[in-house]
């Protein structure tokens, strides 16, 4: 099974995947957590480009390529070997994250985007989207408690992550299917609990699909 987590930074994916790995580890599932951009020897250089502050004069068609490569080599070096072997793959972050940021938030062309997103994932499409919904007020209230320092990614500006926060919501619209909307501004458990019971809510149908 492929579960992607997608949500703009600091909804909480790095702490709902490792519940949600831990949750699945308990029941004896064999689990394989990746990130995106990253996870693999050549995708982790590739991110150090993409988040090094000092490349500003990085063109928006550049910054997507090398997204897109960063995936492709995580896919066809981790992700399908594992969904091969059974494993629960979970990414934080996939294809989402490009069409959310780089289509909406960049203005991109949404078709190039979703073609060379093809390419990347190798056609490997996640079972299931858990997008972790926060507004833009907690996303700043969270960000002055933080107080953390932004990559090049995070230093845009308030407008685009706008346009990215609605930007995810017309992707889980077009993608009911395999999309979980979770309201991540709830307490760390509750977000957990949503989570795992729309997973099993997700397995359920699923089985009953499968024995028709
Ligand atoms: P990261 O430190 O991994 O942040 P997060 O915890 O939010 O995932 O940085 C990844 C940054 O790259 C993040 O700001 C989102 C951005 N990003 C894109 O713009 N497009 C993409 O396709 C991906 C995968 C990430």
Redesign the pocket.
Known sequence: MFITFEG????G??TQIKLLAEYLTRLKKKVVIV????GTKISERI?DI??DKDHYEMADTT??ML?SA??RQLTQEIIIPSLKKKSYVIS????D??T???GY?GGLDLKMINSINNVASCGIEPDITILLEIDLQCWLSRKKTEGRTD?R??SKKIAYYKKVINGYKKIAEMNKKRFVIVDATASKQEVHENIVSALSNFTKKKKSKSSI
């Open positions: 703009i930074d600091l909804s994916k790095s990130r995106e951009p990253g991110r993409l988040l910054e997507f997204f960063s995936r934080d972050r996939y294809y994250s490009s959310a940021y780089q938030g990559d990614i995070e």
